[in-house]
């Protein structure tokens, strides 16, 4: 019996819109599809660049898992070409494969997601005369200012698009979802105008239209960053602020060790009574009290330890002073270390994999 098989479509809509789904293109759209396939053919796309932290790793893995429990068939795409064009890995196209089907790939097997669970697909090996056909057809089928418009997903603004390849990436970032013929494409919101136009082109071409699901961008440790992008100013607000691997101070890698997890915790923003742009806030949201309550430990005087069932008690207990931040953060560094346990325990036995990055041969 596969996962999902003996849940009905309830069930399964739930798992799919818990935390961090943010937005479903569109929830009916999705019903018809439950309605109607045992076991829809999911797909995610990674650019192959720095190692993996607790947004792009940890909270994918717990979000495809989400999606197997419904039954969904997930695939992780290995996206070298993409990397490539966005001149990730110092733009070495050797290295940015090796790491892809070395390190990145170890990275989610770590976090549960073995190759009995997930394909791996490396992208460029599935890349014939079809797909290339297709990579056109989106780009006849969308304007230059579209395309440059969309040139937000690859983490810049449209006047840093100064290559024509940086053209092509959305148009063939469309094209592997229909060459895949997947039936749920998922990605962070920072993705969402590809995946709008993977829709539209689909309509144009009157192709199988996929189901879009969006998720969370965990804000990184330094907390809220504007930069001023050119196009919508919420979206891009959050994207300039998301954990980012380039700045270690920033994120927490899947790897790290319980001290390096403990002081980047503590140097964490986190105003007091104010849980809005909170980073260690939202990492009990989306991470630690998805399912399960929080311990907090702290001396007598201040209270003594306290258990939190639900995120809305401990955030209404944050805003009102009666959690302060030093007890918060000690909880969430305990947390998070037994969260990301396997992924360390599993580097420390191929440390091989991670020498690449601190040997510094490569640059983001």
């Keep these: 019996m596969h996962r999902g098989d003996s849940l009905n479509i309830e069930d399964k809509m739930f798992l799919v819109k818990r935390k961090p789904t943010e937005e479903i293109l569109t929830e009916d759209e999705l019903v018809k599809l439950f309605e109607s396939e045992e076991h829809p053919q999911h797909y995610i796309g990674f650019e192959i660049s720095g190692m993996l932290h607790i947004g792009s790793g940890l909270l994918t893995a717990m979000k495809i898992d989400d999606f197997m429990k419904a039954g969904i068939k997930p695939t992780i795409w290995l996206a070298d070409y993409h990397s490539w064009i966005n001149k990730k890995l110092g733009g070495d196209l050797s290295m940015i494969r090796d790491i892809a089907r070395g390190y990145f790939k170890a990275g989610f097997v770590s976090l549960g997601l073995d190759e009995s669970k997930v394909e791996y697909e490396l992208a460029s090996e599935h890349y014939d005369e079809w797909y290339w056909v297709k990579v056109i057809e989106v780009m006849k089928n969308a304007s230059i200012q579209r395309m440059l418009r969309c040139v937000t997903i690859m983490g810049r603004k449209e006047t840093e698009a100064t290559e024509a390849a940086a053209v ?27 995946h709008v136009l993977a829709r539209e082109v689909a309509e144009k071409m009157r192709w199988s239209k996929p189901v879009a699901i969006h998720t969370h961008l965990i804000m990184g440790l330094q907390g809220p960053q504007k930069m001023g992008f050119e196009s919508n100013e919420k979206l891009d607000t959050e994207v300039s602020s998301k954990m980012s691997k ?78 302060h931040p030093a007890d918060l953060k000690n909880a969430v560094a305990k947390e998070l270390a037994d969260l990301l346990k396997p992924s360390r325990e599993y580097f420390k036995k191929h440390h091989e994999l991670l020498d690449v990055f601190k040997e510094g041969k490569i640059t983001r």
């Design 168 to 194: 092509l990436y959305p148009a063939m970032q469309a094209a592997d979802i229909f060459h895949l013929k997947v039936q749920l494409m998922h990605a962070g919101m920072d993705q969402r105008k590809v």
């Design 246 to 323: 380039s700045i270690p101070k920033n994120c927490i890698y899947i790897h790290d060790s319980e001290k390096e997890i403990k002081d980047k915790i503590d140097g964490a923003y986190c105003p007091e009574k104010q849980a809005e742009n909170n980073p260690i806030i939202e990492l009990c949201e989306y991470i630690i009290m998805r399912d399960k309550p929080m311990h907090i430990e702290r001396n007598k005087k201040y209270g003594g330890d306290v258990d939190y069932m639900k995120f809305e008690e401990l955030r209404d207990a944050y805003v009102k002073g009666e959690l």
